[in-house]
């Protein structure tokens, strides 16, 4: 099997830091040839670690190199612009999150894809972290019977919760209830770089077409980890026949259903294998009365920390899409319905708690707030896909 040639764009930001050490194991899989920045010295000193070519521009980028793949992850409002002309190029794309940040440029990435015949994968990674392919499995099984509710408190918000939601609930969504609140926080800095002068608080509410609901509460400064805030999340998702609360899962034996019904928790185990000195991920096991369920890390060949297979996860995704022609395993269509998800929670709760139906079919005041803002930042529209290249890897 022949490698593919790939190249990172984006490399100061931090999902950029954090793919290239995988990228860097997949060497079955993958020739590292180039990292893009606009910093300089952040292109010259990643690409000098990694033994790649370094670029200040995608335009540079794309003349000089022979690419079949492109890892972007630079800032959310480049997404569209890099991605489009990625595609145009003829090189298939895995985007980071979220796919882009309004459903009009999301379409136009979907649509420069689809026209160039080109696979466009987006780096959604919670769902892939070991826990949850393992909890998903569970839920497959049949272990806590069918979904009816998920709780996520404190946990992963935005986009990457509407992901979960919607994974959780096995079904469509059907509507969305945002309540949303605006306080003041000293100044701070979280661990990302990011400066913080408010708190975006938000509770969304979620009905699924399968008669599923979540629950989700986000904020920024809870997403930050910072000023102690998200230290005691709540995850539990409920079932008809038991729940699973964080990695417990609750059972109850046939012979207690009519005496009180109290479950039994199960905590999964894990085994590792010692690889030259490290402790590689093996399997995630649970073992009940009357069935075993089983998560095996199909990754573990590479030799990789556990908090880096759902990186790795992704970017295998993309190359066998591209090398078997086949449809990525997320895929754009599924990044763009959790943004829809994640933009309607916003929109309700612009409109006062206003129920937001799905689809949404037209322009939401968030999306437009979102395109005025950005136009108004880099004096072009958002739909400038040639503006916005030159806007985020100017020419020197």
């Known amino acids: 099997m022949s490698k593919l040639n790939i190249a990172l764009v984006g490399a100061g930001r931090r999902g950029g830091g954090a793919h290239l050490p995988v990228i860097a194991k997949l060497k079955d899989i993958y020739n590292l ?22 670029y200040t521009n995608v335009r540079d980028l794309v003349d000089h190199e022979n690419l079949d793949v492109v890892d972007i992850t630079v800032p959310g409002v480049a997404h569209h612009a890099i991605a489009c002309f990625m595609a145009d190029a003829g090189i298939h794309i895995l985007c980071e999150t979220p796919i882009a940040v309004t459903l009009p440029t999301t379409d136009l990435m979907i649509e420069r894809a689809k026209a160039n015949n080109v696979k466009l994968e987006i780096a959604e990674n919670y769902y892939r972290v070991p826990r949850e392919r393992f909890l998903s499995k569970v839920i497959e099984a049949g272990v806590i019977g069918d979904v009816a509710r998920i709780y996520r408190i404190f946990h992963e918000g935005g986009y990457h919760g509407m992901s979960m939601l919607r994974l959780r609930a096995g079904g469509e969504p059907k509507s969305a209830l945002g309540i949303t609140q605006t306080t003041p926080v000293i100044p701070i800095i979280d661990r990302m770089k990011r400066n913080h002068t408010s708190e975006r608080w938000s509770l969304g509410f979620i009905e699924f077409d399968n008669n599923a609901t979540a629950l989700m509460v986000y904020s920024n400064v809870i997403h930050a980890r910072s000023l102690g805030r998200g230290q005691t999340g709540i995850s539990q998702i409920d079932g008809s026949k038991g729940t699973i609360v964080g990695e417990d899962i609750y059972v109850t034996p046939a012979d207690q259903l009519e005496s009180g019904a109290r479950g039994i928790a199960y905590r999964p185990k894990r085994t590792t294998i010692d690889m030259d000195g490290l402790d590689v991920l093996e399997t995630i096991l649970l073992e009940l009365p009357d069935q075993t369920v089983t998560w095996e890390n199909p990754l573990k060949n590479y030799r990789l920390p556990e908090g880096r297979l759902a990186v790795a996860d992704e970017l295998l995704s993309i190359a066998t899409a591209i090398l078997n022609d086949t449809e990525p395993e997320y895929g754009a269509a ?56 030159d806007t985020f890897f100017p020419r020197h």
């Open 33 to 54: 040839v180039a990292i893009c920045d606009i910093d300089e010295e952040v292109a010259t000193r990643y690409a000098k670690e990694y033994g790649a070519n370094p």
């Open 334 to 389: 599924r990044g763009r319905q959790d943004q829809e998800m994640n933009i309607a929670m916003s929109e309700s709760g612009k409109r006062s708690k206003e129920t937001i139906n799905f689809p949404l079919t037209e322009l939401t005041e968030t999306e437009r707030s979102s395109h005025e803002s950005y136009e108004k930042k880099y004096g072009h529209p958002i739909e400038d896909i040639e503006a916005g290249i």
